[in-house]
């Protein structure tokens, strides 16, 4: 390709990865001098738009200077008389070739069997990833070849195998969505829909119910994506267990079949961050649905636990096409991302990285440019100090301040001078809180007002006052609803319970006993007035 740049930094973000899998591969393997070529019909396609990707890289030993170029695969001619060519196997076929030249007869064949399999799975994701892109333009493709992420490759490979439901636990930013494409992608479902529903979306009523049942029937033979299943209104849980096992309530105490066929029922696979078991244990999730979409289960693992990932996610992310170029990290820079613990896992990285790409004016990223444009992640690398010139706003205090009643009180009377300590985020996060409680509110929202991302108020939160966003969101409205048993006795629970925010008198109850000891009307009963605070 005429005119092309063959710095590593700059190459698309396909040749990049495979190059630097080659990379990590020769020394392994003995080898001067390798290349990988995929064929044709493995992709479907291109992986960036023209011929099939061919990369090619020099051992250190070889004193070469790193190239990648395209070109068509060579047919059954090697690049050179010592070169030896690997078959790239999977699922049966071969999708391409691994060439290496080694300056002896091969003395690793358990090693050069192990290199060609490991690339084999990365061209199978950058063809899911391809899809991905095409499928769910945004979501976070799986990169990366550290041993965390070898059970993920076989969970993916095992469940496409299968009609099981899937459930996909991991913390927020993980790639949870890529996952549940990918076992869609490799499955023998391919051809059929896949429909991604986001649970935290839906509301209460019959309008949300519509549409389940709706996004339930379109992926008919597919697979169905119920994304963040742990956000899903209380509502909503027991009719999708009507829907799921072929049942829906007919609203006068009967039952009736769901309009859904059985042949065409589309595969579940699920996603929440947290344990839904726990959530069942508390009686925060029905213990049937549980049973129901739970079948298979997969745990990604956080960014921080795939360190070997991180340089290698860094460069690819500041290599993607950008505003205003692609862009090089400084070591000093890339040190500080290898012990910054990234409690927003990839979603947080690539947020950075685009950040930074975007609006720093020079092509080396240092550590001048992440005090500018994120000093919220100064001072909180593993190990590190603040560094020198990090703005205070990015320090929050360690610990938990006060306990949650005695917080509550403070936010219900506008209070806020025992908190201006605060990181000013999480300031203006409670601020919101304290105006809002009464409403349907998430976590997304509050963040959006605290110009912070969901994933890092989160960690704020639990650094700072030393317990979640919901826990503090529940005991603001219970508060108020001692405050109003106190007041107002002749008042019914039920009102109390709507004013200060809860939309179903269980969950209202239920939370009540868990936090203050007692139901409401044993509060109210028992003479609790004033044990308030």
């Not at 890529?178 to 076992?183: C, G, K, N, R, S």
């Not at 696979?269 to 549980?290: G, I, K, M, Q």
Request: charged content about 20%; proline content about 8%; hydrophobic content about 40%.
């Amino acid at each position: 390709m005429t005119g092309r740049k063959h710095a590593l930094w700059n190459q698309p973000p396909s040749e990049l990865w495979l190059g630097s899998l080659l990379a990590e591969i020769l020394p392994r393997v003995g080898a001067l001098e390798g290349a990988i070529q995929i064929a044709d019909d493995a992709m479907g396609g291109d992986l960036e738009g023209g011929a099939p990707v061919s990369v090619r890289r020099w051992a250190p030993a070889a004193r070469r200077r790193d190239t990648a170029h395209r070109s068509r695969a060579p047919g059954g001619t090697a690049p050179g008389s010592s070169w030896h060519r690997v078959a790239l196997p999977y699922q049966g076929s071969t999708i391409g070739s691994l060439w290496l030249k080694l300056a002896a007869i091969p003395q690793l064949p358990h090693e050069i069997s192990a290199a060609a399999q490991s690339v084999a799975y990365q061209i199978q994701r950058l063809r899911i990833r391809r899809q991905l892109a095409d499928q769910l333009p945004g979501e976070l493709p799986l990169l990366g070849n550290s041993a965390a992420l070898k059970p993920v490759d076989r969970f993916i490979e095992q469940a496409g195998r299968v009609d099981l439901s899937v459930w996909i636990q991991g913390e927020a930013g993980t790639e949870k969505s890529y996952v549940a494409f990918a076992i869609h992608a490799v499955s023998s479902r391919r051809s059929r829909p896949f429909v991604d529903l986001e649970c935290g979306a839906l509301a209460s009523g019959q309008t949300s119910l519509a549409e389940l049942s709706e996004r339930l029937r379109s992926a008919a033979g597919g697979t169905i994506f119920l994304r963040d299943v742990d956000q899903l209104p209380s509502s909503l849980h027991q009719p999708l267990i009507g829907l799921l096992t072929g049942t829906a309530g007919a609203g006068n105490g009967t039952r009736k079949r769901s309009e859904t066929p059985p042949d065409g029922a589309p595969r579940l696979v699920v996603s929440s961050t947290e344990d839904l078991h726990r959530l069942a244990c508390e009686d925060r999730f029905p213990r049937p649905l549980v049973e129901t979409l739970c079948c298979l289960a997969l745990c990604l693992p956080p960014l921080r636990k795939r360190k070997e990932d991180i340089e290698p996610l860094l460069q690819s992310l500041a290599a993607r096409p950008a505003l205003r170029g692609p862009r090089r990290l400084s070591h000093e820079l890339t040190a500080y991302f290898l012990r910054y613990p990234w409690p927003g896992n990839l979603s947080e990285m690539s947020r950075i990285v685009a950040r930074l790409t975007l609006l720093s004016d020079h092509r080396t990223l240092g550590l001048s440019d992440l005090r500018t444009l994120a000093p919220e992640l100064l001072g909180h690398a593993d190990g590190s100090q603040p560094e020198p010139g990090a703005s205070s706003d990015a320090l929050p205090p360690a610990g938990p301040i006060g306990n949650p009643w005695s917080l509550a009180g403070h936010l219900l009377a506008g209070d806020f001078a025992p908190l201006s300590h605060l990181h000013p985020g999480v300031l203006k996060a409670v601020q919101y809180l304290a105006h809002h409680y009464q409403k349907k509110i998430r976590l997304e929202t509050v963040a959006r007002h605290a110009c912070l991302a969901p994933s890092y108020l989160s960690v704020l939160f639990h650094r700072s006052l030393g317990y979640t966003f919901r826990d503090l969101l529940c005991v603001l409205r219970l508060q108020k609803a001692r405050q109003l048993l106190a007041s107002e006795p002749q008042r019914s629970i039920t009102d109390i319970c709507f004013e200060v925010g809860f939309s179903e008198l269980s969950t209202f109850e239920r939370c009540f006993k868990q936090w203050v000891g007692c139901r409401p009307r044993e509060y109210r009963g028992a003479g609790r007035r004033n044990s308030l605070i």
